[in-house]
């Protein structure tokens, strides 16, 4: 059973602020690890995928880093803006499925 | 191409009728993805296909559920004798080819059983 766990569960901060979500995944058998983004009323979008030990991925206000050794990815955005409100998932790939997380619902407060 | 399209958007049904979603990946991708997303919940895996063949299957998917991909296009997903627990959203994605690929998921289809 492969379990991925996201932290917080969910977040509410100001408009301006930065913020990070944690995701916890097994160490074993990884072959990649996805984080996409879920406004309401929309599918969900891919925003990065990290295959390899140490990975930093970057757009715009929003950059991820990759654990693989100890299974812990980090979600960062900078300056959070409303339309940044959404679910953050993550999701861990090993062999032939992905299993995601519950995700992190963020509320940007203007 | 306009991207993974699921059908109905919307179903609602009466305890014990069976009902069909039906999904259209992106064309040229070959692994085809059905979850199930209940409130407060992340999209929870049921079953995956690479082409026709399905590779996977989920210990959720009671044998009410079924799931297929004739000649590796279109995808359904049928449930039979429907119950209120299997009320939720079902997402379909799609990816190409490796085991990184980033998926892209359809708008996803609804059910509500009452």
């Given at each position: 059973?492969?379990?991925?766990?996201?932290s917080?569960?969910?977040?509410?901060?100001?408009?301006?602020?930065?913020?990070?979500?944690?995701?916890?995944?097994?160490s074993?058998?990884?072959?990649?690890?996805?984080?996409?983004?879920?406004?309401?009323?929309?599918?969900?979008?891919?925003?990065?995928?990290?295959?390899?030990?140490g990975?930093?991925?970057?757009?715009?206000?929003?950059?991820?880093?990759?654990?693989?050794?100890?299974?812990?990815?980090?979600?960062?955005?900078?300056?959070?803006?409303?339309?940044?409100?959404?679910?953050?998932?993550?999701?861990?790939?090993?062999?032939?499925?992905?299993?995601?997380g519950?995700?992190?619902r963020?509320?940007?407060?203007p | 191409?306009?991207?993974?399209?699921?059908?109905?958007?919307?179903?609602?049904?009466?305890?014990?009728?069976?009902?069909?979603?039906?999904?259209?990946?992106?064309s040229?991708?070959?692994?085809l993805?059905?979850?199930r997303?209940?409130?407060?919940?992340?999209?929870?895996?049921?079953?995956?296909?690479q082409?026709?063949?399905?590779?996977?299957?989920?210990?959720?998917?009671?044998?009410?559920?079924?799931?297929?991909?004739?000649?590796?296009?279109?995808?359904?997903?049928?449930?039979?004798?429907?119950?209120?627990?299997?009320?939720?959203m079902?997402?379909?994605?799609?990816?190409?080819?490796?085991?990184?690929?980033?998926?892209?998921?359809g708008?996803?289809?609804?059910?509500?059983v009452?």
């Amino acid at each position: 059973i492969l379990n991925v766990e996201q932290s917080p569960q969910s977040l509410h901060v100001q408009e301006g602020d930065s913020t990070n979500f944690t995701c916890s995944f097994p160490s074993s058998n990884f072959y990649a690890l996805h984080w996409y983004r879920w406004e309401t009323a929309k599918s969900p979008e891919a925003l990065f995928v990290m295959t390899l030990n140490g990975d930093e991925k970057k757009k715009g206000r929003i950059s991820a880093t990759l654990n693989t050794k100890e299974g812990y990815s980090y979600l960062y955005i900078k300056g959070s803006q409303p339309e940044d409100s959404a679910t953050y998932l993550c999701a861990f790939r090993a062999n032939n499925d992905m299993r995601f997380g519950a995700g992190t619902r963020l509320t940007v407060k203007p | 191409d306009t991207g993974v399209s699921q059908d109905p958007r919307h179903k609602i049904t009466k305890r014990g009728q069976n009902v069909t979603f039906r999904c259209d990946p992106i064309s040229e991708h070959n692994r085809l993805y059905w979850y199930r997303q209940t409130l407060g919940q992340g999209p929870e895996f049921l079953t995956y296909f690479q082409n026709e063949a399905q590779l996977e299957k989920s210990r959720l998917l009671s044998d009410r559920f079924s799931a297929e991909r004739p000649k590796g296009s279109f995808s359904t997903l049928e449930i039979q004798r429907t119950e209120q627990g299997d009320s939720a959203m079902y997402l379909c994605a799609s990816s190409w080819g490796y085991n990184t690929g980033e998926l892209f998921f359809g708008e996803g289809s609804r059910l509500t059983v009452l």
